[in-house]
């Protein structure tokens, strides 16, 4: 989706797919994958996008690769990792969650580290919820739902061709609600003062 942004919003945009069915989205290769956003400037942004299964473990939240040994957790991406890849790159950084307890991946110490440094989330449930997935639909609920609202369902005003991050979140918020039978509701976490602002355009 947003390498069909180009030319459109985005003068320019580099990705980095880690799930191609040649490139497997292991341990190693999503830590390698996180140096990208070093290249990152100021007038850019950033975007990572996680789908897959997460954990809590105590006070820690666990990305699971996957070559996951799930007796170990040595072989997990501690959140940390992630958080501080995009905490150290420039530029606008939205982060997109679709993992089991995702929300639970912000205690109030990463929540307080993200805004601290302009971070914009949004996981697709809250600490106590599981990400739902329906067979039919192809991805998760909240991947559907977001691509969905990506390419147009989400324009509240619908003449200006544009989706805002609030658009985008109202939007997600009514649309995974009803998909799931108000078991899952995506969570948006952005910084103090938070200003809207344009995500993609039509």
């Not at 140096?35 to 997460?54: S, W």
């Not at 989400?154 to 918020?173: F, Q, R, W």
């Not at 609600?177 to 344009?198: E, I």
């Amino acid at each position: 989706y947003f390498v069909k942004q180009q030319g459109k919003l985005y003068n320019k945009v580099e990705t980095l797919l880690l799930a191609d069915g040649f490139t497997r989205p292991t341990a190693a290769n999503i830590k390698q994958a996180l140096n990208l956003f070093k290249q990152a400037q100021p007038q850019d942004t950033v975007i990572l996008f996680l789908a897959g299964h997460g954990v809590k473990e105590t006070a820690d939240y666990y990305f699971m690769p996957y070559d996951t040994d799930t007796n170990n957790l040595n072989s997990m991406i501690k959140w940390d990792i992630l958080q501080n890849a995009l905490e150290d790159s420039k530029g606008r950084r939205i982060l997109l969650v679709d993992t089991c307890h995702s929300g639970g991946a912000y205690n109030s110490r990463l929540v307080k580290d993200s805004s601290d440094n302009n971070i914009v989330v949004i996981s697709a449930t809250d600490s106590q919820s599981v990400a739902q997935e329906h067979k039919n639909l192809g991805h998760g609920v909240f991947t559907h739902a977001l691509l969905q609202g990506l390419q147009g369902k989400a324009d509240m005003l619908g003449d200006d061709k544009v989706i805002t991050i609030k658009e985008l979140d109202n939007y997600l918020s009514v649309i995974v609600k009803n998909l799931t039978n108000g078991s899952q509701v995506p969570v948006l976490h952005a910084p103090g003062g938070f200003k809207d602002f344009v995500f993609a355009k039509l």
